[in-house]
């Protein structure tokens, strides 16, 4: 797995709690369900694939993996700013066609990604 990835799923399980409240990044990549790390894993090498021009012009890939899960998370941070200008605004952009993404905890302990 790359560090963009890495970054992804950190912060993806960081911005994530289960049902009581509680945050969710005492989990990590071993405790997504296989289906949904296959997924996560499709997504972030298609984004990266899509846009290595303006990543190359934007941040380290763990900040662009954590990026763009908060971006197309609709968080209150992400590419848009970062100060990258044009290029920041052209990232964003580029994460809405992958929607939003949540994280659930089951009672197998497994977590679960949905939209």
Not at 20 to 32: F, K, T
Not at 45 to 55: G, V, Y
């Amino acid at each position: 797995m790359d560090n963009f990835t890495r970054a992804y799923i950190a912060c993806l399980l960081w911005q994530a709690t289960d049902n009581n409240g509680e945050p969710l990044d005492m989990y990590d990549d071993d405790d997504i369900s296989p289906e949904d790390i296959a997924t996560i894993q499709q997504d972030c090498a298609d984004f990266q694939e899509s846009n290595a021009d303006l990543l190359e012009q934007a941040g380290t890939d763990e900040q662009n993996g954590h990026d763009f899960c908060l971006t197309r998370n609709g968080h209150g941070a992400g590419f848009w700013d970062r100060g990258y200008g044009p290029v920041g605004e052209e990232l964003s952009e580029a994460c809405k066609p992958y929607g939003m993404l949540d994280c659930c905890l089951g009672d197998d302990e497994k977590i679960y990604i949905h939209n």
